[in-house]
């Protein structure tokens, strides 16, 4: 039997070009992959299930390879990879909620997205009728003297996502937090199911909103790969264009809520008129302020006409200008800072474990960034740095994104001023044939996985979207613990993570 | 920080006041004089995401930067519904969300009212039809204004807010 490393790197070149064959696997070699995994020598990209199947994208590490295992199940059960590997816990219990499929060995095996409130259950299996109606969810023990717990959510307090946190605290400070999520769950993998190519062009774009143009992208990737269309590359500089901005403004909107969080409100009195500039941007030059539905399998909607790239470059110019002075603003303010050096400490090696993307990642020493290490167009083509930092605080956090934007800017110098030109749609490809496609992503958050596989009709039987967040989600459990519960809002906000994505 | 705050000081607003441009200007005048006459100064708005993409989110809150400045028409966003006049309800009502969306509408005091954001929030949007979702606010809620858009912008959701002032004004 091959080593599964080995059969992963081999992978190398068909990545992203055409359909990526999958690896028939074993149950034995099945397990053997999960310790892998676990053991660092692949690292798990993402784990999903068809009707009759569950399959994994892997990495492995030095050669760059991405390939995919499949394991064909008969009997509605498969054995546990998060038993061996826990990252792959969330995932897999939501295998279990959508597809009705077992994980032999597990040790979590309560629903996931699956509240009891749909009227039916394994909608994507042979879905049965069941009364709708919301059971009490068994959070996990927590046994000790003097402990409190704290509820909070499915609403908050603020304008921003449905979750809930329930809080085991001793005084001040914080035990353990559980997070049970998916209450955003729209059935988005069904609606896929039988869709167009291009309904599930506009479905990928409204998956997590913030990420747009990384969930367009990946998904544009991931279809092309399936259909052998390679997009020119004027469509290809746009989106990168496009995925720039996208970086820009949600790094801008993060710098000043995360100091908001440590009761700074004059840091994002500063950078939301910035990120207002920026959206107000990409509304002239694409026309939308999320550059919705701009990305289009083989290219993209729209050209950029010369009024709008001026007001990109303009845009440009503005952030450039007035982002330093609010940098400056950051680093000298040693109230500001108290709150955030040292607080919600992520470790390297838990963000290695779970192959923690994006400034989660970047911030705890994961030297990794799609753009640079399984490269596509056209990012083989500019120059740029990927900033890393080891201390894993919050404050790391907010220094990896403002180095990012100062990377996106000249990446955007370099996009606006190289623009090549040509046509912005490939040809239409040789007809409609079954195929399989992965797309990869670094969006603003991390990396974005799309899988898709196409009938003989061109349409989708099955599409899995793995947001950046469900690697970073449990690590936000991990370092609120030792905090104080009023540092909580101020770890999630540095973390930023995505509900709507990850609960589909 | 000092020259920044000078700059402040004696630099011109972020704001845009310009009502030819945006509308914004004579959108607060209308609503400023409604909203006294009907609950004093201010309307107190609760936001509810039932299930959106996040994108209506950024766009609500956007409301509040510099540029558009809600607060300035007397309007602001509050953490409790005890507190609050306006229910401002996002996504296509998830039935994962239901009973959450129910009880927050059921914690606010009367008089109040319900405004669906963005095309999920008035009939499921390009999520309807899913077993996971309602199909918009209205299945759950007396809807009194909606805000079509994917997502509205925020001076359309603004400019929402003086209509439903409006209304509220000839029911009374
Ligand atoms: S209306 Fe559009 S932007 Fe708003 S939640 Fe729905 S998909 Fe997202």
């Known amino acids: 039997m091959a080593e599964i490393s080995e059969l992963v790197a081999a992978d190398r070149d068909t990545f992203r070009t055409g359909t990526l064959q999958r690896h028939k696997m074993t149950r034995a070699q099945w397990e053997q992959a999960a310790g892998d995994a676990a053991r660092g020598y692949v690292t798990l990209l993402s784990l999903w299930a068809t009707r009759s199947a569950v399959h994994m994208a892997l990495m492995e590490p030095n050669s760059r390879g991405v390939g995919i295992l499949s394991l064909e199940n008969r009997r509605a059960e498969f054995p546990s990879v998060a038993r061996l590997h826990p990252p792959a816990q969330r995932l897999e219990r939501s295998i279990t909620d959508l597809f009705g499929l077992a994980p032999q060995g597990a040790e979590d095996t309560r629903p996931w997205l699956d509240h009891g409130a749909w009227g039916i259950t394994t909608p994507l299996a042979k879905a049965r009728p069941r009364e709708a109606r919301q059971p009490d969810y068994d959070f996990l023990p927590v046994i000790g003297e003097g402990l409190h717990q704290v509820p909070v959510g499915p609403v908050h307090a603020g304008i921003i996502e449905p979750g809930h946190f329930r809080f085991s605290a001793q005084g001040e400070t914080v035990v353990r937090l559980e997070e049970r999520l998916g209450y955003t769950h729209k059935g988005i993998d069904r609606l896929m199911q039988g869709a167009t190519v291009a309904r599930g062009a506009m479905l990928a774009q409204r998956c997590s909103g913030d990420s747009t143009v990384a969930y367009g992208w990946a998904y544009a990737q991931a279809t092309e790969a399936a259909q052998g269309v390679t997009p020119p590359p004027r469509a290809l500089w746009l989106r990168a264009i496009m995925a720039e901005l996208e970086r820009l403004a949600n790094h801008l909107n993060d710098i000043g809520a995360i100091c908001n969080d440590a009761a700074f409100a004059l840091m994002p009195a500063l950078c939301s008129p910035l990120r207002e500039k920026v959206m107000r941007g990409c509304d002239a030059a694409f026309g939308h302020r999320f550059m919705r539905d701009a990305i289009v399998p083989g290219g993209v909607a729209r050209d950029l006409e010369r009024d709008g790239r001026q007001a990109l470059e303009a845009v440009v110019d503005e952030v450039r200008r007035g982002f330093e002075p609010i940098v400056e603003l950051y680093d000298n303010r040693p109230s500001l800072l108290a709150r955030t050096v040292g607080t919600g400490r992520l470790r390297g090696d838990l963000a290695r474990q779970f192959a923690a993307g994006g400034y989660i990642g970047r911030a705890s020493g994961r030297d990794f960034d799609l753009r640079r290490d399984l490269p596509y167009a056209p990012y083989d083509r500019l120059t740029f740095k990927i900033p890393v930092r080891e201390e894993g605080d919050v404050d790391a956090r907010i220094w990896i994104r403002i180095e990012e934007v100062r990377q996106s800017l000249h990446m955007l110098d370099q996009l606006l001023g190289g623009l090549p030109a040509g046509d912005i749609q490939a040809p239409p490809g040789p007809g409609n044939a079954p195929g399989e496609g992965l797309g990869l992503v670094e969006g603003f958050r991390g990396d974005v996985l799309v899988w898709v596989a196409l009938d003989a009709r061109g349409r989708i039987r099955r599409c899995h979207m793995r947001d950046p967040s469900w690697f970073q989600w449990p690590l936000l459990e991990a370092v609120i613990e030792d905090n104080i519960i009023a540092d909580f809002p101020l770890c999630n906000k540095s973390f930023n993570c995505s509900y709507s994505g990850v609960d589909l | ?172």
């Open chain 2, 1 to 172: 920080m000092k020259t920044m705050l000078l700059k402040a000081l004696t630099g011109k607003p972020l704001t845009e006041a310009a009502p030819a441009q945006s509308g914004l200007d004579e959108l607060g005048m209308t609503l400023g004089l409604q909203a006294r006459r009907r609950l004093g100064r201010s309307l107190a708005i609760r936001q509810v995401d039932a299930g959106s993409c996040n994108a209506c989110e950024l766009e609500i809150q956007a409301t509040g930067n510099p540029v558009y400045d809600l607060d300035r028409f007397g309007l602001h966003f509050v953490a409790s519904p005890r507190h609050a006049d306006v229910l401002l309800v996002t996504g296509p009502v998830t039935r994962n969300m239901e009973v959450a969306l129910r009880r927050t509408y059921d914690a606010m005091a009367n008089p109040k009212w319900v405004v669906a954001a963005g095309d999920c929030a008035i009939d499921g949007g390009c999520f309807a039809g899913s077993y996971a979702v309602l199909d918009g606010c209205a299945a759950v809620l007396p809807v009194d204004v909606t805000i079509p858009g994917c997502p509205p912008k925020p001076a359309e959701i603004l400019r929402a807010l003086v209509a439903l002032m409006q209304r509220a004004d000839k029911t009374s």
